[in-house]
């Protein structure tokens, strides 16, 4: 009955690094979101994915920002070149349900807190 | 101005206390969720509203659609209710727009 995972918990980069943050959802769960979530401030949608299809990335703020779902389950959220202003922590949440379904509780991940040197 | 919007940002009680916290939106929505985030980031879903009133334990939410108003009910206040808490609408377009949180601390 393990919830939502992510690792790393802490990620401290230099800018221009790459990173990779990974979220293990809930099994089972068809959705898939990743939120940022800034110093004071409520976390902010990026990406939806239902199964693999990533189904909206509206929310991604630069094409610096990458993420995939590739077998449904794990998701990798990737972040070129970092700058300072991707600091933040980054959530992931999971729901049973697909898209119609939204009003379903949203099962959060601890986070990962990005700093960017 | 945000499309969801919270009051007070900060707030302070003596245990025992009745606490409420305020969520205003402007979008249109189809539910809006209560969050309580605790120091290190752990986010946990109080509530799923789309009209009424819900009751759990020392929590009650209400909200208020043609309003556009929600508002979080802690009855008999304590320490460790001290956290963030956030509101959160569904927007039509599936989206979470959060509040900026209302962060809560409960003294003895």
């Known amino acids: 009955g393990a919830g939502v995972s992510q690792s790393p918990r802490y990620k401290v980069a230099k800018r221009g690094q790459d990173v990779a943050l990974r979220c293990d959802p809930i099994s089972g769960h068809v959705s898939l979101f990743w939120y940022q979530q800034a110093l004071g401030q409520g976390p902010e949608f990026l990406t939806y994915f239902q199964n693999e299809a990533q189904l909206d990335k509206s929310g991604l703020p630069s094409d610096r920002f990458f993420a995939e779902r590739p077998e449904g389950s794990v998701s990798t959220l990737k972040i070129q070149r970092t700058q300072q202003e991707d600091s933040a922590v980054y959530l992931c949440a999971s729901t049973p349900r697909g898209r119609g379904h939204f009003t379903d509780t949203q099962y959060f991940g601890p986070g990962t807190r990005l700093t960017v040197l | 101005k945000n499309e969801v919007e919270q009051s007070p940002q900060n707030l302070t009680a003596q245990e025992g206390e009745f606490i409420t916290i305020n969520c205003s939106y402007s979008v249109g929505i189809s539910a809006l969720h209560w969050l309580q985030q605790h120091p290190g980031g752990g986010i946990v879903s109080l509530f799923m509203l789309s009209s009424g009133k819900k009751k759990h334990g020392r929590l009650i939410a209400t909200i208020n659609i043609q309003e556009k108003h929600s508002s979080l009910h802690i009855t008999a206040s304590h320490p460790r209710d001290s956290a963030v808490y956030i509101c959160?609408?569904?927007?039509?377009?599936?989206?979470?727009?959060f509040g900026t949180g209302t962060r809560l601390q409960v003294f003895p």
């Open positions: 959160a609408a569904l927007d039509n377009t599936d989206k979470l727009i």
